[in-house]
């Protein structure tokens, strides 16, 4: 089964200045959206975030005590243009359970998404799986994975969960980096990912909206 969702997410992993990232963000189409993670927001908080004119996948992998995941969901939620959020699945079910309350008590459609493995590190596909089955069984509205293992979870899942998926790599790219479990944007959407996340090929173009649009034929 796929999921018919099919956003591509451009990933800002920098905190040097947050008007420069206002200014790159400006050029792209409204209906991308913008990854922001620990750097950018360590630096520039929520108000940071909320000047973007795009809706933002805030990847802070919260992972702490429920009670403070709980709060820290809720201080996200009231961020305007925050869509989806990340906490570590490896949490488990308690710290997951906190993170959808505050979301519902927050009276927000932010998703809460769950971070199984990290797309610098080895796994396995069972190891993807169990946490998979952790996140949903807790009501989270979907998990971060490779696109390695996209097709297993879509397979025991089914199409309703949103599955993020980072660590790619257009086949134009060739630079090598601290990716491992690596795929191109056309394997990831046809394995059944919902969202991928692409940082570097395209924030590190010497012409980012080229870098973008080259990403869109290559998936068509």
Known sequence: MVNKMKIICIAIDKSDNDFELLKFTSQFPKNVMFKIGLE????????????????????LKF?????????????????????L??????????????????RNDSNSHVKITCVTKLTSQ????QEVLDLA???FDSDA???????????FVREKFGEKPIIITPGIRPSWYETKDDQVRIATPKQ?????????????????????VEAYEMVLEEID
């Open 40 to 59: 950018y927001f360590t630096k520039f908080g929520s108000k940071g975030i909320a000047e973007l004119n795009h809706d933002v996948f805030l990847d």
């Open 63 to 83: 992972h702490d005590i429920p009670n403070t995941v709980y709060h820290a969901v809720k201080s996200a939620c009231s961020i305007k243009n925050v869509k």
């Open 85 to 102: 959020l990340t906490i570590h699945a490896s949490g488990e079910g308690d710290m997951i359970e906190a993170a959808v309350k505050g």
């Open 122 to 125: 080895k796994s396995s596909i």
């Open 133 to 135: 089955q952790v996140a």
């Open 141 to 151: 509205d979907g998990i971060v994975c490779s696109a390695m293992e996209v097709k």
């Open 188 to 208: 990831a959407f046809a394995e059944g990912s919902s969202i991928i996340v692409i940082g570097r090929p395209i924030t590190q173009s010497q012409n980012p």
